[in-house]
Nanobody, 121 residues
Framework: QVHLVESGGGLVQAGGSLRLSCTAS????????MGWHRQAPGKQRELVAG???????NYTDSVKGRFTISRDDAKNTVTLQMNSLKAEDTAVYYC???????????????WGQGTQVTVSS
């Protein structure tokens, strides 16, 4: 089993910055992709940013140039640096990890509990 713990959400004024972190723990054999999704009230959950095991990154268009995703494989951690935040970035942010646990032959998707990000205009 793999457990994800997120941190770093909060309230910030428009134009400010926040840094989200997510650490995976448990019986982890290997981690493939890692990423952050978000869900605003009344909207579907969307992928914000992802990073592959090889370090390739992708971002949704609305955050390109403002958000940066990175991973530290030694610590099983993925981080989302969010700059120039806008009111429309307000959402619950969820960490997502595709990992293979010890004793398993398959990769599975694991999710964090979510952390609230609120940007006041």
């Amino acid at each position: 089993q793999v457990h994800l713990v997120e941190s770093g959400g909060g309230l910030v004024q428009a134009g400010g910055s926040l840094r989200l972190s997510c650490t995976a723990s448990g019986r982890i054999r290997s981690i493939a992709a890692m990423g952050w999704h978000r869900q605003a009230p009344g909207k579907q959950r969307e992928l914000v940013a992802g990073v592959t095991g090889g370090g390739s990154t992708n971002y949704t268009d609305s955050v390109k140039g403002r958000f940066t995703i990175s991973r530290d494989d030694a610590k099983n951690t993925v981080t989302l640096q969010m700059n120039s935040l806008k009111a429309e970035d307000t959402a619950v942010y969820y960490c997502n990890v595709r990992a293979r646990s010890s004793g398993s032959f398959y990769y599975e998707d694991y999710w964090g509990q979510g952390t609230q990000v609120t940007v006041s205009s």
